[in-house]
């Protein structure tokens, strides 16, 4: 539940970030259209600093102005994403946990240790005695195929060394 609720929080925030620079982009467009074209405002008399800029603009009113009108089409968008996709929260964790169960057993490299000891002294040898390689490639094979056993795991990693270097 909690972690839904980051992930909820982080897409929010991203679509929050994203609108906000995509209205500041605005901002500065619509402030230097009014400084290069002064003639538009002869009738109210607007007068520009050394700097180009209008005087008496309350930046800080247009600022907190863009920056509301960000939030309002962020909270928008995360609402369209969620009724366009209800159920993505829960599909993204459950897709995540798949990754990190396998991720967090499969690390050690547990499955080569428990394979016959034949075979891995088998591929120990073809490794050159690199124990950590060996646990590492048959970790990987696990990953890739789960749901077999040991043994078939080191028998894989053999056959793909022995294939690679053209011995089978």
């Not at 366009?84 to 991720?103: D, F, I, T, V």
């Not at 591929?123 to 077999?148: E, K, M, N, T």
């Amino acid at each position: 539940m909690v972690l839904t609720r980051s992930i909820n929080h982080a897409g929010f925030a991203v679509s929050l970030l994203a609108t906000t620079l995509l209205g500041s982009l605005f901002v500065p467009a619509q402030h230097a259209a009014h400084a290069a074209q002064p003639t538009l405002f002869a009738a109210s008399e607007v007068r520009l600093n050394r700097d180009g800029e209008p005087v008496g603009v309350n930046r800080e009113a247009v600022l907190a102005l863009a920056l509301a009108g960000s939030i309002a089409a962020g909270v928008g968008v995360s609402a369209i994403h969620r009724q366009m996709h209800p159920n993505w929260a829960q599909e993204h964790l459950e897709s995540q946990s798949r990754r990190n169960r396998g991720a967090v057993s499969h690390a050690s490299g547990s499955q080569f240790h428990s394979a016959n000891p034949r075979l891995q002294q088998r591929l120990v040898r073809l490794l050159h005695d690199d124990r950590g390689a060996a646990s590492r490639l048959v970790a990987q094979a696990q990953i890739r195929y789960p749901g077999q056993s040991p043994n078939w795991y080191v028998e894989k990693v053999i056959y793909d060394l022995e294939r690679d270097r053209g011995r089978v």
